[in-house]
């Protein structure tokens, strides 16, 4: 057997290079998933009637398969590869996984407590936090087990504890709580991927922690020891999830295309009149689109990340088709309340705080003013600045008369064929709108995931704050920029308390001092749809990036592709694992000379209102 065995292994362990990986179907029934640089390895045992279990040793960079029988053979092939592996980083750890009693709510760490005392006692704290099912459910606990029987009960020992260490190895048992699965063998959905998610968390950070001390190996986090490889069908997940979204651009569709004629009435009658708003034709049909969301089986993603990031996208597009199908309805306000996640205290009293302390400046200077083809010539330009640092970026400015405000999408900028600026005006916003939103697609763009460049759920916010940012760092946020954010705010605040069309103009242009354009543009844009909280989130993601600067958070780091905040632990981690990249282009502000000065203000946890 030891022959047959060395045979089938020496053709890939003699060819274990660093920085690859074997992935290799195994006689009778096995299967192996080795990253060559990672000294650990997940071993679970194909039984019946286990359902779930095996996708936790899944979630791990390295993992073994046994088959149901022939046991010597993977018994050999086990202790192979812990000489191979131990030679190279001095240790290698295994870990065996096994499900418990079907009642059971304990987690039971089987290792040498006296010699890993950190590891093991991570791992049980971690486990403490795994969190338990809500219903019916009791406190899941952890407890380690000083044993040399590391192996599933009435279970044969894959490996002699001390031939084991003659290897070079560490072997741990770890019984595992079903209590993702009813006593039928149901699973619980999504229970199991909380489940699964906080049981990868903990085993990572426990292993991470022996091979720091025991090994050579340079791993430089936990993130490391999760999975290296994204599956094909997770690609073919990422690609249907962005071609469905890029079937219909959701900005546009919630757009009224009659909003010049709209504020010609409203200013004719006094204020008093305000036309219905009329929407473009739907160029899809959302439940066709529904339809095709729910059959991409996102459940099934082994990754944890990847599986709640793509989970929670599926989510928002759900969202959005649900909102095209009730345009002009009070039904797209309440949908929208929930997109946007409503409204907080801090960011109505921050907004309120600008409104008290910056009077709109009507005699701004208004000279050389630019209309839509002088400011396309200087988007062009930071086209350029940007094809410079890759040729393979490509910009395009789109002039037309059915779009009301300046927008970027799929990369491409969105103008106004009747829109008029000022040179310092058309500076900041290019940096807003190519230097945040363009520049951020094309990194996205060439992620191995296309989900960064279209953006994951809940991207808005960041994106914007983002885009607020830049106006600062180049030195073009004025007093009427942070008003107009400002009044979004205000205004998204009395709608939520049921304010109509009218009311919501007045406390603009009569109690906050808006001029009648501003205060037309800032009430026409939060009612399209039939109320459309969109608006409020630049302001609050500029005040949620300002908190994130203030601990210490690379602002560099963001531009990397389209995600929010609360991704950022998640996306540092799929990057840490090889599977994203760092960003590819840069923005113009960052060569600012006075940029550290600007950013040291910001991160004192200045006021907005103080900003300029």
Do not use: W
């Not at 003699?14 to 990986?21: S, T």
């Not at 088959?67 to 993977?74: A, L, P, Q, R, T």
């Not at 009301?404 to 829109?419: A, C, R, W």
């Amino acid at each position: 057997m030891n022959e047959i065995v060395k045979m089938e292994t020496d053709a890939f362990l003699e060819e274990m290079k660093p920085g690859e990986r074997t992935v290799k179907e195994l006689s009778h029934g096995g299967y192996l998933f080795l990253e060559h640089d990672v000294p650990f390895l997940m071993i679970y045992r194909n039984i019946p009637k286990d359902k779930a279990t095996i996708r936790l040793a899944r979630t791990g960079a390295s993992y073994l398969v046994v088959g149901k029988d022939h046991f010597e053979y993977f018994k050999e092939i086990i202790k192979q590869l812990t000489e191979k592996m131990s030679a190279r980083f001095g240790s290698f750890i295994l870990m065996e996984i096994y499900s418990g009693p079907e009642n059971s709510t304990e987690f039971v760490i089987r290792g040498p407590a006296h010699k890993l005392p950190v590891s093991l006692e991570v791992l049980r704290e971690e486990f403490d936090k795994v969190e338990s099912r809500k219903y019916g459910g009791k406190l899941l606990t952890a407890r380690i087990e000083q044993t040399k029987q590391r192996q599933q009960q009435n279970k044969r020992a894959f490996c002699d504890i001390e031939e084991i260490k003659e290897c070079g190895g560490t072997l741990i048992g770890l019984e595992i709580p079903p209590v993702y699965r009813d006593t039928t063998g149901k699973i619980y959905p999504l229970y199991f991927r909380k489940f699964r998610e906080g049981f990868a968390k903990a085993v990572h950070k426990a292993v991470f922690e022996f091979i720091r001390i025991q090994t050579s190996s340079n791993l430089d986090s936990f993130s490391a020891l999760g999975k290296r490889e994204i599956h094909k069908e997770v690609f073919k997940m990422d690609r249907k999830l962005t071609e469905i979204e890029k079937s219909y651009q959701f900005l546009l569709l919630v757009s009224p295309v009659n909003i010049q004629s709209l504020r010609e009435n409203f200013f004719k009658s006094n204020f008093k009149e305000i036309n219905p708003y009329h929407y473009r034709l739907l160029p899809i049909d959302p439940d066709i689109l529904k339809r095709k969301l729910y059959n991409l089986p996102i459940e099934e993603i082994d990754d944890p990340e990847l599986s709640y990031l793509f989970g929670e996208k599926r989510e928002e597009l759900d969202q959005q088709l649900t909102m095209l199908k009730e345009r002009g309805s009070k039904n797209f306000f309440y949908s929208s309340v929930r997109l946007y996640k409503g409204l907080e205290k801090n960011v109505l009293a921050e907004a309120e705080l600008i409104l008290r302390n910056i009077s709109e400046d009507t005699q701004q200077e208004k000279v050389k003013l630019l209309d839509a083809e002088g400011f396309k010539k200087m988007a062009e330009e930071e086209f350029e600045f940007f094809h410079k640092q890759d040729p393979n970026y490509k910009g395009k400015v789109h002039i037309r008369k059915d779009v009301n405000v300046i927008m970027v999408s799929n990369g491409e900028l969105y103008l106004p064929s009747d829109y008029t600026l000022t040179h310092k005006e058309a500076k900041t916003l290019i940096q807003h709108e190519i230097g945040t939103h363009s520049l951020t697609y094309f990194n996205g763009s060439q992620q191995p995931l296309s989900q960064l460049a279209v953006g994951f759920a809940d991207y808005d916010p960041l994106q914007e704050g983002i885009a607020v940012l830049s106006e600062y760092l180049i030195g073009g946020l004025s007093g009427n920029r942070l008003r107009i954010l400002a009044g979004r705010v205000v205004a998204g605040a009395a709608i939520l308390e049921g304010a109509d069309f009218m009311e919501v103009f007045n406390l603009l242009y009569s109690t906050h001092g808006f001029s009648k354009e501003p205060a037309f543009n800032i009430t026409s844009r939060i009612f399209q749809g039939g109320g459309f909280l969109k608006d409020i989130i630049y302001l609050k993601g500029l005040i949620n990036l300002r908190d994130y600067l203030m601990e210490g958070g690379d602002l560099e780091f963001l531009l990397a592709g389209k995600f929010a905040l609360k991704h950022v632990p998640m996306i540092k981690d799929l990057t840490e694992r090889g599977l994203l990249n760092p960003p590819k282009l840069k923005p113009r502000y960052l060569q600012q000379k006075d940029f550290e000065k600007r950013m040291n203000k910001l991160k004192q946890g200045v006021s907005l209102s103080k900003l300029i």
